[in-house]
């Protein structure tokens, strides 16, 4: 897929998804653009800033990929300036964030968003492959990552027995992957 203008894109989506709520919020106050082409582990971010955020979306990744994936992206980081613009919650994959995606993916077929992608990574090397893995001690599920992050719960633990809150009882233990 040849890179695409991202705005034109932005303003479609937002109109079909968002209500038009976020057009408003298109400069100066919220950039959008593409990747210099050193972004490769992420398809596209959301960074918010005290006067300007920023969705920012992979070149190197979303490039050789359908256009679906970068719909999916692009509205995956427009949730996020919507949950923090306009409702101004502080989540990052929340009640608010989950449902506005749940909403999205039932309105159309085109595309689907996601909380992770799965896309393949560019140069994927033997060096990127999971060094740890965090394991549940409530229960006992596990999931692999490259290092050590400290204050991680499990999700469906923290859903289920905490009203979708982050507990202390549900940390994840790291262990190293063999």
Do not use: K
Request: include cysteine; charge should be positive; aromatic fraction near 6%.
């Amino acid at each position: 897929m040849p890179i695409e203008p991202l705005l034109p894109l932005f303003h479609r989506l937002d109109r079909e998804h968002f209500g038009g709520s976020l057009a408003p919020l298109v400069q100066p106050r919220l950039s959008l653009r593409w990747s210099d082409g050193r972004m490769i582990r992420t398809a596209g971010l959301y960074r918010r800033g005290p006067q300007i955020c920023e969705i920012v979306l992979s070149r190197p990744l979303l490039e050789p990929l359908p256009r679906e994936a970068l719909l999916g992206t692009l509205a995956h980081e427009m949730i996020h300036a919507w949950v923090d613009r306009v409702l101004r919650a502080r989540e990052v994959h929340g009640p608010c964030f989950r449902d506005r995606m749940a909403a999205i993916n039932a309105a159309q077929s085109t595309f689907e968003v996601r909380i992770r992608h799965s896309y393949p990574l560019p140069g994927a090397t033997a060096e990127r492959t999971p060094r740890w893995l965090a394991r549940c001690p409530r229960c006992g599920s596990s999931t692999p990552y490259r290092r050590r992050v400290s204050g991680l719960a499990c999700r469906s633990c923290c859903q289920a027995l905490h009203g979708g809150r982050w507990h202390a009882s549900c940390l994840l233990e790291f262990e190293q992957a063999s």
